[in-house]
């Protein structure tokens, strides 16, 4: 937003949140003059930057005339993995995905195969959309990311991933702007936003392949010193013994609770799953073995959740994964360890919930973030 004044770029800024702000609401927001506000908005209507939209009856029943961001005015790309498949998209200026399309892939098959094919098609879908406006690109990645580095670092279930420099790969296709964030972050950042904006305090914990964690703290995205907050499926449970973790240890939640080590111990079993979508199928279908064994994994969880709700003190934790999706055993048994566990004032005000609309949050929260590091951010 470099060719914007500062004025335009504080009342740009005030939409952050929000779909549309009458006048006096923007006044209100920005701490401005009436008239230094009117100003700034005949500007950026002059820009086409803000439109006017029909408002809503005011207290003297007149018609509150309406602003929004002119929804043409800048687009994100996203490019986001996940164990299983790869998603890509394009984001507009308010956060609403305009296009999309989603493939199977396996990131344990490393990014030879994907990741330059991800790139060139994703750079395709971008093209279709005025180069002036094509703001920046946001990647999602299951695995601990350095922001620093723009690298993900040591990521337990993307074997080969490990220090890729995503932005020479990005440079070669495109100029614009990339930023590196982790799948569980970019879900806590949208069930925040979109659903509980009001929560000051909330953690976010995705069942798939992997386990995570994303950790919104006083308003704000908590990523950590080196980015590894929330990586709570790496958090050791003394005293047990489970299968040797992909991160190099032993006794780690994933270890006994992740789809990839359900699925080693259910194929054991005499079964044929691939992943979490097959076992959900299995928990969906009513077999008494494997609603047992995602029991017993669920209050493994439980567990790490309630040593994460007695640290950090959130009012709300939001549980998402296709296992949640296929059985409430999940849920409740998660609900009923943390409240064994945890302190007593830790939960007197604490919601575990199931998440409101699961992964399909991944690429709104790709979108949200994009708005903030490409738009929003001076």
């Not at 690298?151 to 220090?163: A, E, F, L, S």
């Not at 995570?212 to 590894?228: C, E, H, K, T, V």
Request: net charge neutral; charged share 20%; proline share 3%.
């Amino acid at each position: 937003m470099a060719e914007h004044s500062k004025t335009q770029k504080d009342l740009i800024s005030c939409f952050r949140g929000s779909q549309s702000l009458t006048r006096s609401e923007l006044q209100f927001k920005s701490g401005y003059s009436r008239v230094t506000v009117s100003q700034g908005i005949q500007e950026l209507l002059n820009k086409k930057i803000l439109l006017e939209v029909d408002g809503t009856h005011s207290l003297g029943g007149r018609k509150a005339s309406s602003l929004t961001l002119n929804s043409n005015g800048g687009f994100i790309g996203i490019l986001y993995f996940s164990a299983t498949s790869v998603s890509l998209a394009v984001a507009d200026i308010h956060g609403e995905i305009r296009i999309s399309e989603t493939s199977t892939s396996y990131i344990s098959d490393g990014p030879s195969e994907i990741l330059s094919k991800s790139i060139q098609r994703l750079v395709e879908m971008l093209n279709k959309y005025p180069k002036t406006k094509r703001l920046g690109i946001v990647i999602g990645v299951p695995g601990p990311v350095s922001h620093a580095l723009g690298k993900v670092v040591n990521p337990p279930i993307m074997r080969g991933w490990d220090q890729i420099n995503f932005q020479k790969e990005f440079a070669m296709h495109t100029d614009l702007p990339i930023y590196l964030e982790n799948d569980t972050n970019l879900l806590a950042l949208a069930e925040h936003r979109i659903f509980y904006p009001d929560v000051k305090n909330l953690i976010l914990i995705k069942i798939a392949t992997g386990i995570g964690g994303g950790l919104i703290i006083n308003g704000d995205l908590l990523r950590g010193a080196s980015g590894s907050a929330g990586d709570i499926g790496h958090v050791q449970l003394d005293a047990l013994r489970g299968l040797q973790c992909r991160c190099g240890h032993t006794d780690c939640v994933e270890s006994f609770a992740s789809g990839w080590a359900l699925t080693e111990k259910i194929n054991s079993m005499g079964y044929k799953v691939k992943d979490t979508s097959d076992i959900s199928d299995l928990c969906r279908n009513g077999d008494p073995q494997i609603l047992q064994i995602v029991k017993e994994a669920s209050s493994y969880i439980g567990h790490a959740v309630a040593d994460a709700v007695s640290l950090l003190n959130p009012s709300k934790v939001v549980v998402v994964g296709r296992l949640v999706e296929a059985t409430d055993i999940v849920l409740a048994t998660i609900k009923e360890v943390v409240y064994q566990r945890a302190g007593a004032l830790a939960t007197k005000n604490l919601e575990i919930v199931q998440s409101k609309l699961g992964d399909e949050m991944a690429l709104v929260g790709s979108a949200l973030l994009g708005l903030d590091q490409f738009f929003f951010k001076d």
